[in-house]
T-cell receptor
Framework: NAGVTQTPKFQVLKTGQSMTLQCAQDMNHEYMSWYRQDPGMGLRLIHYSVGAGITDQGEVPNGYNVSRSTTEDFPLRLLSAAPSQTSVYFC???????????????FGDGTRLSIL | AQSVAQPEDQVNVAEGNPLTVKCTYSVSGNPYLFWYVQYPNRGLQFLLKYITGDNLVKGSYGFEAEFNKSQTSFHLKKPSALVSDSALYFCAVRDHMRDMRFGAGTRLTVKP
């Protein structure tokens, strides 16, 4: 079972460059989310989606864009990379069964991003 | 807005001893509470959740958590720790909205 797959696993960018972090899930989950993990701060929500064509901002959305054209894919775009965006990025998905918030999230193994 | 706090950055325990990882939360409505574990260079893995019902919730790998509404706490426990339990543990709260708020994490070290 693939679950949630994130690519690439590692990336180094220069300030001002743009890139897209890919996330795909094969569990037919309605909900998908992007988080960043920084030391001592836990995970912070960047953007989330409750279904294809629907996205919304989380706690730290600035500098990031998302789209959800299919149930399976939820890419995260960095528009103009900044050193403050150096972090580990996690994508997660969950079922909508039982209503919003009821089901646990399944996480990918992360993308480690360094901005020079 | 909901929030969660993990007051201990680090918990050390000897193998075979009971362990507790603490979590307190703040929500405006009924809380959906979760515990996740993270091993090095991996994503978070679900351990257990409290939605409603019994205050003592049992989860994966022998872990359990006790929901205490009056103290707004959801502490993670295990009767007998294993060296392989050493990892980073996150408490999370999700209210009726869709986003989830995580604590800063507690690093558990179990020594042989």
């Amino acid at each position: 079972n693939a679950g949630v797959t994130q690519t690439p696993k590692f990336q180094v960018l220069k300030t001002g460059q743009s890139m897209t972090l890919q996330c795909a899930q094969d569990m037919n989950h309605e909900y998908m989310s992007w988080y960043r993990q920084d030391p001592g701060m836990g995970l912070r929500l960047i953007h989330y989606s409750v279904g294809a064509g629907i996205t919304d901002q989380g706690e730290v959305p600035n500098g990031y864009n998302v789209s959800r054209s299919t149930t399976e894919d939820f890419p995260l775009r960095l528009l103009s990379a900044a050193p403050s965006q150096t972090s580990v990025y996690f994508c997660a998905s969950s079922s909508a069964l039982g209503g919003p918030g009821n089901q646990p999230q399944h996480f990918g193994d992360g993308t480690r991003l360094s901005i020079l | 807005a909901q929030s969660v706090a993990q007051p201990e950055d680090q918990v050390n325990v000897a193998e075979g001893n009971p362990l507790t990882v603490k979590c307190t939360y703040s929500v405006s409505g009924n809380p959906y509470l979760f515990w996740y574990v993270q091993y090095p260079n991996r994503g978070l893995q679900f351990l257990l959740k409290y939605i409603t019902g019994d205050n003592l919730v049992k989860g994966s790998y022998g872990f359990e958590a006790e929901f205490n509404k009056s103290q707004t706490s959801f502490h993670l426990k295990k009767p007998s720790a294993l060296v392989s339990d050493s990892a980073l543990y996150f408490c999370a709260v999700r209210d009726h909205m869709r986003d989830m708020r995580f604590g800063a994490g507690t690093r558990l070290t179990v020594k042989p």
